[in-house]
C-alpha cells in the first residue's frame, strides 16, 4: 500500500473464514437444545431421514420447535 500527497489515507481490512470441516461435535456445558420441524398443513411433508437429515416439501409452512 501506498500514498502520495497530502491528506488522510483510509483502509479496511477484513477477514472471514469458516471451519474446514463443519460436522462439529457436540460439547456438554451443562444444557441442550434441540430443534424439531412440523408441518402446518400435511404432516407427511416434513420427514426426518434415517441419517438424521429433515426432508421439507417445497412451499410447506414449518413450525420450529426449541
Excluded at 456438554?28 to 426432508?55: C, L, M, P
Amino acid at each position: 500500500m501506498q500514498k502520495d500527497g497530502n491528506g488522510r489515507l483510509y483502509y479496511r481490512i477484513a477477514l472471514n473464514y469458516a471451519p474446514s470441516n463443519l460436522q462439529l461435535n457436540a460439547d456438554n456445558y451443562g444444557f441442550k437444545i434441540e430443534r424439531t420441524y412440523v408441518a402446518i398443513n400435511d404432516s407427511s411433508h416434513v420427514q426426518k431421514q434415517s441419517n438424521g437429515t429433515w426432508k421439507f416439501k417445497l412451499g410447506e409452512k414449518i413450525k420450529v420447535i426449541l
